[in-house]
């Protein structure tokens, strides 16, 4: 198979951050993707449909002219989020999930939850209204490892979880573990998960080939092979719980190469082609449509797009750097080349 045209695809898991950044990275996304779940890890977070109404505007107001591209907003859960708020976020027809950020688990999560069990009024009012809980799995104590962060979140708090809130739609983003992967496939339909382009090409090996790179740092951390493997085989599986989110976050250079540096992989400028690489390389490329513009949309009650993206076989390559605002960033494969362009 040398072209492919799909269905314009839904990225279900999107950081744009705001302001001049946001307007130099939204075109990668404008031209892959019709719609967006965009985070709301902002700094102050998007924690009110107020604020999500007002972001998303921003958002609108720095599309290319004519685009028909269509955000789809989050609010940031915080241990004070109210019942209430959730009603207006459903009401107001723009606020599609709510993002549950363990308190200190990742870029901008120090508002986030510090225990779940504060927020059972919330989590009842969205089960109520069938707003979707994104949930970024990983336990922040010190004491677990790193790379068991995703596997003992789940079995400390999503299967006591979903457990309690049986009709709870749940969306575990960005799995990177086997037993992630198993968690949701042996779950009801209410509860699915993003797959990243990035943790389905890369292993942990990717963090220190031949020295530390920082740009393949991102939260959930990269795994082990087998891991990488079982996400490639949930991706393919056809298994309609599983399907495309990229996480693309993008952080300047400098915010990536120092002595602390962020976490985040930006993907965006490749995204599609990306997905379309790693369904490829495993004889999957008759799966990519649904996993990339069906499976998501159906999830959120959505309807499926009606544009279409083709992509042909034919390598490019990706520049060293991208502008972020008044910076610069790293893209995903700088330097190097992408296997799949869009026609
Ligand atoms: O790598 C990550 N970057 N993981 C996250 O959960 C947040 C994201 C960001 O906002 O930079
Ligand atoms: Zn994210």
Same mark, same amino acid.
């Given at each position: 198979?040398?072209?492919?045209?799909?269905?314009?695809?839904?990225?279900?898991?999107?950081?744009? %951050?705001?302001?001049?950044?946001?307007?130099?990275? !939204?075109?990668?996304? &404008?031209? $892959? /993707?019709? @719609?967006?779940? #965009?985070?709301?890890?902002?700094?102050?977070?998007?924690?009110?449909?107020?604020?999500?109404?007002?972001?998303?505007?921003?958002?609108?107001?720095?599309?290319?002219?004519?685009?028909?591209?269509?955000?789809?907003?989050?609010?940031?859960?915080?241990?004070?989020?109210?019942?209430?708020?959730?009603?207006?976020?459903?009401?107001?027809?723009?606020?599609?999930?709510?993002?549950?950020?363990?308190?200190?688990?990742?870029?901008?999560?120090?508002?986030?939850?510090?225990?779940?069990?504060?927020?059972?009024?919330?989590?009842?009012?969205?089960?109520?209204?069938?707003?979707?809980?994104?949930?970024?799995?990983?336990?922040?104590?010190?004491?677990?490892?790193?790379?068991? %962060?995703?596997?003992?979140?789940?079995?400390?708090? !999503?299967?006591?979880? &979903?457990? $309690? /809130?049986? @009709?709870?739609? #749940?969306?575990?983003?960005?799995?990177?573990?086997?037993?992630?992967?198993?968690?949701?496939?042996?779950?009801?339909?209410?509860?699915?998960?993003?797959?990243?382009?990035?943790?389905?090409?890369?292993?942990?090996?990717?963090?220190?080939?031949?020295?530390?790179?920082?740009?393949?740092?991102?939260?959930?951390?990269?795994?082990?092979?087998?891991?990488?493997?079982?996400?490639?085989?949930?991706?393919?599986?056809?298994?309609?719980?599983?399907?495309?989110?990229?996480?693309?976050?993008?952080?300047?250079?400098?915010?990536?190469?120092?002595?602390?540096?962020?976490?985040?992989?930006?993907?965006?400028?490749?995204?599609?082609?990306?997905?379309?690489?790693?369904?490829?390389?495993?004889?999957?490329?008759?799966?990519?449509?649904?996993?990339?513009?069906?499976?998501?949309?159906?999830?959120?009650?959505?309807?499926?797009?009606?544009?279409?993206?083709?992509?042909?076989?034919?390598?490019?390559?990706?520049?060293?750097?991208?502008?972020?605002?008044?910076?610069?960033?790293?893209?995903?494969?700088?330097?190097?080349?992408?296997?799949?362009?869009?026609?």
């Amino acid at each position: 198979m040398t072209t492919l045209i799909l269905t314009k695809p839904d990225d279900m898991h999107l950081h744009l %951050r705001d302001g001049d950044a946001m307007r130099s990275i !939204l075109p990668h996304t &404008v031209r $892959r /993707f019709a @719609r967006a779940i #965009v985070m709301p890890n902002l700094r102050p977070p998007i924690a009110t449909t107020a604020q999500a109404i007002a972001y998303r505007e921003r958002i609108l107001s720095a599309l290319p002219p004519e685009s028909a591209f269509e955000p789809l907003m989050t609010l940031y859960l915080t241990d004070n989020t109210a019942p209430a708020e959730i009603v207006r976020a459903r009401e107001s027809g723009v606020v599609h999930a709510v993002k549950y950020y363990p308190a200190g688990a990742t870029t901008n999560s120090d508002s986030g939850v510090t225990d779940i069990a504060r927020c059972h009024g919330v989590l009842e009012a969205m089960e109520r209204t069938g707003l979707p809980l994104l949930v970024h799995g990983e336990v922040t104590a010190a004491e677990v490892d790193v790379f068991d %962060r995703e596997r003992v979140f789940i079995d400390q708090v !999503l299967v006591p979880l &979903v457990a $309690r /809130f049986t @009709r709870l739609k #749940v969306v575990v983003e960005h799995i990177t573990t086997r037993e992630a992967v198993r968690f949701v496939t042996a779950m009801p339909a209410n509860v699915a998960a993003t797959i990243t382009a990035h943790h389905l090409l890369l292993n942990r090996n990717a963090l220190f080939s031949a020295g530390v790179r920082p740009h393949h740092y991102c939260l959930p951390i990269l795994k082990r092979e087998v891991h990488r493997v079982a996400l490639v085989e949930a991706a393919l599986s056809g298994n309609p719980k599983f399907f495309l989110g990229t996480d693309s976050a993008p952080h300047s250079r400098a915010a990536k190469e120092c002595v602390c540096g962020c976490a985040g992989v930006y993907t965006a400028h490749a995204a599609i082609e990306l997905y379309a690489e790693a369904f490829g390389a495993n004889d999957g490329l008759d799966r990519l449509e649904a996993f990339a513009s069906a499976y998501g949309a159906h999830f959120y009650g959505l309807a499926r797009n009606r544009d279409s993206l083709s992509l042909e076989r034919r390598s490019w390559q990706v520049p060293e750097e991208l502008e972020l605002g008044s910076e610069r960033l790293v893209p995903f494969r700088a330097g190097e080349s992408v296997a799949w362009s869009i026609v």
